[in-house]
């Protein structure tokens, strides 16, 4: 996705990705929301080394393609850690909590494990298709992780702004890649289409930041609210 256009959003991507660290540092809330942070850390080098290699091989070159999708894996995979973290967030003072972070973590692994051995008896004949199928596979294990933890808040009544706020953002943003990887697949050759997976992109860290920023820890709110349809 060369070109003026994908230049300005990985500018803005990176430049929310930043936002959200300094603001999580600023907040004194980078440890509390560790794995988030360190999320947005890794993308914000695995977006400057891509750029590296893409300057020095090129757009169409083996060894962009290669570092891309493997850079994505394991953005995905740190993704699901993050959202590990949030799951024992709300669980946390729950007793069953070590149980469910267990559980959690056992599935990442088991996706870790499976991804891994496809990739490393597909290694000769990865291609664009096979690795982008990956993805899309993987993040929508994450759409229902996400969606199951959205549930449980409203299930216990967590009140907690900033738990609230960050996991429907997740939320938001697991549907709307998953619908840009639909509509790629059905308007392949809308090259616009190609622009909204990094556009979602940007909104996660953006919406994340807005919400560190104007919300204190302290901040709560009636999530059942969100769901209420007037009569």
């Known amino acids: 996705m060369p070109g003026p256009l994908a230049e300005i959003i990985w500018y803005l991507g990176t430049a929310f990705e930043l936002a959200f660290v300094v603001c999580s540092i600023a907040r004194k809330s980078f440890f509390r929301y560790f794995f988030l942070n360190v999320y947005f850390i890794l993308a914000m080098v695995f977006s400057f080394g891509r750029h590296f290699v893409l300057s020095g091989h090129g757009w169409d070159s083996a060894e962009y393609t290669y570092f891309y999708f493997y850079t994505d894996a394991l953005l995905t995979l740190?993704?699901?850690?993050?959202?590990?973290?949030?799951?024992?967030?709300?669980?946390?003072?729950?007793?069953?909590?070590?149980?469910?972070?267990?559980?959690?973590?056992?599935?990442l692994l088991g996706t870790a494990a499976f991804s891994y051995a496809v990739v490393a008896q597909s290694t000769e004949r990865l291609s664009?298709?096979?690795?982008?199928?990956?993805?899309?596979?993987l993040y929508f294990?994450?759409?229902?992780?996400?969606?199951?933890?959205?549930g449980a808040i409203l299930k216990l009544g967590e009140t907690r702004t900033r738990i609230v706020q960050i996991v429907l953002s997740l939320g938001l943003y697991f549907s709307a890649y998953a619908a840009s990887y639909a509509l790629v697949n059905f308007a392949d050759k809308y090259s616009v289409v190609r622009f909204l997976g990094p556009l979602v992109s940007c909104l996660l860290p953006l919406s994340w930041t807005v919400t560190i920023w104007r919300h204190s820890e302290e901040a709560r709110l009636v999530p059942a609210r969100l769901v209420t349809v007037p009569r």
């Open 78 to 107: 740190a993704l699901y850690l993050a959202l590990i973290s949030l799951y024992s967030r709300v669980f946390g003072e729950l007793r069953f909590s070590r149980y469910l972070r267990t559980l959690a973590v056992l599935l």
């Open 128 to 137: 664009t298709g096979f690795a982008y199928e990956l993805s899309q596979n």
């Open 141 to 150: 294990v994450g759409l229902v992780l996400t969606y199951l933890l959205w």
